[in-house]
């Protein structure tokens, strides 16, 4: 399985930005599908998940509210809407297809990971 990610940048604080996660196998579509991140000097932590079937979704505390997990299961390609942006939402962001069917916030439950896309934003 692949995961291509892709739609980060640089944004100011308050804007916004959408990241795209890609699976290349449709056999991935019976997994959740998770948004995790790292900033430099950090460990790799949890943003955000979805269930196979799109239907629940669990979030970080610090990013709840302000970001949206989402997917198209006929495209396997799984969304992070990212609204009022804040410095400390800087990080590579990537993407995980989990071993199971739930999203889950714990690291090992992912089997694989994309490349990562920055984002960055600016005070």
């Known amino acids: 399985v692949q995961l291509q990610a892709s739609g980060g940048g640089l944004v100011q604080a308050g804007g916004s930005l959408r990241l795209s996660c890609t699976s290349s196998?449709?056999?991935?579509?019976?997994?959740?599908l998770g948004w995790f991140r790292q900033a430099p000097g950090k460990d790799r932590e949890f943003v955000a998940a979805?269930?196979?079937?799109?239907?629940?979704?669990n979030y970080a505390s610090s990013v709840k509210g302000r970001f949206t997990i989402s997917r198209d299961y006929g495209k396997s390609t799984v969304y992070l809407q990212m609204n009022s942006l804040k410095p400390e939402d800087t990080a590579i962001y990537y993407c995980?297809?989990?071993?199971?069917?739930?999203?889950?916030?714990?690291?090992?439950?992912?089997?694989?990971w994309g490349q990562g896309t920055q984002v960055t934003v600016s005070s």
């Open positions: 979805i269930d196979w079937r799109g239907g629940s979704t």
């Open positions: 196998r449709r056999t991935g579509s019976n997994n959740a």
């Open positions: 995980g297809q989990s071993r199971y069917s739930r999203g889950s916030s714990r690291l090992e439950d992912y089997a694989y």
